[in-house]
């Protein structure tokens, strides 16, 4: 069966610190990777997505920049953290093509102070 | 921008009472996902609709998608603690990604 791990839990940096989440995907190959972001009380607004090694698509201009430097490894990143950095941050995999359901990890709450 | 909307963003019902949430679309779908995320949890895949006035059943859950695959809703009969949550809905315009609903928010009155 396929799992998708998330790390870490909760993570609270201050401002203009670097950020570094992972996910990485286990049980399929050559998986479509998400990086969603839930502000509290909101909806999930996409980030990046990825359907191969390599091939990221940003969806919001941020300080924010996502890598996929396996086939079941997305990492998302930032040099320098804002205060508007601040949320719910979930990753996704969902197996190629336009009809397969997300399959989401138990994101990351994170807190820029 | 495709954009899909959800109404409402808030609903409180007594346990027992039957609960709807909407979703709607400027432009048409290729399909719609629903998914439930509990409190303090991630989004979890409930059903995939993608023929035109497509409807099915989980249960006690009813999703219907419309005739021009530009609406979708999702109805609860007879609602319980358990189906506390924030419901979403998310569209796909025909390619890799999910356009999410705003989701509405169920809160039980025991």
């Known amino acids: 069966s396929q799992t998708i791990h998330q790390w870490p839990a909760t993570l609270v940096q201050p401002v203009g610190s670097p950020l570094s989440l992972e996910c990485t995907v286990e049980?399929?190959?050559?998986?479509?990777l998400y990086w969603y972001r839930q502000a509290a009380g909101r909806g999930l607004q996409l980030l990046f997505y990825?359907?191969?090694?390599?091939?990221i698509s940003s969806e919001v201009p941020q300080n924010l920049s996502a890598s996929r430097p396996q086939d079941r490894q997305f990492i998302l990143s930032s040099k320098k953290l804002l205060l508007s950095d601040s949320g719910f941050y979930l990753c996704?995999?969902?197996?190629?093509?336009?009809?397969?359901?997300?399959?989401f990890g138990n994101g990351t709450r994170l807190t820029v102070t | 921008g495709q954009q899909v909307m959800q109404i409402p963003q808030y609903q409180h019902v007594q346990e027992g009472e039957d609960f709807t949430t909407y979703c709607n679309s400027s432009?048409?779908?290729?399909?719609i996902q629903w998914y439930k995320q509990r409190p303090g949890g991630h989004p979890v895949f409930l059903i995939q609709?993608?023929?035109?006035?497509e409807v099915k059943k989980q249960k006690r859950l009813t999703f219907q998608f419309g005739e021009a695959k530009k609406n979708s809703s999702l109805h609860i009969t007879a609602t319980q603690t358990t189906d506390v949550g924030t419901y979403f809905c998310?569209?796909?315009?025909?390619?890799?990604?999910?356009?999410f609903g705003t989701g509405t928010r169920l809160t039980i009155i025991p």
């Open positions: 996704a995999w969902s197996r190629q093509g336009q009809t397969s359901p997300l399959h």
């Open positions: 049980g399929t190959s050559n998986p479509n």
């Open positions: 990825s359907v191969g090694i390599g091939q």
């Open positions: 432009t048409t779908l290729s399909n």
């Open positions: 609709l993608v023929k035109s006035g």
């Open positions: 998310a569209g796909n315009f025909g390619n890799e990604k999910l356009t």
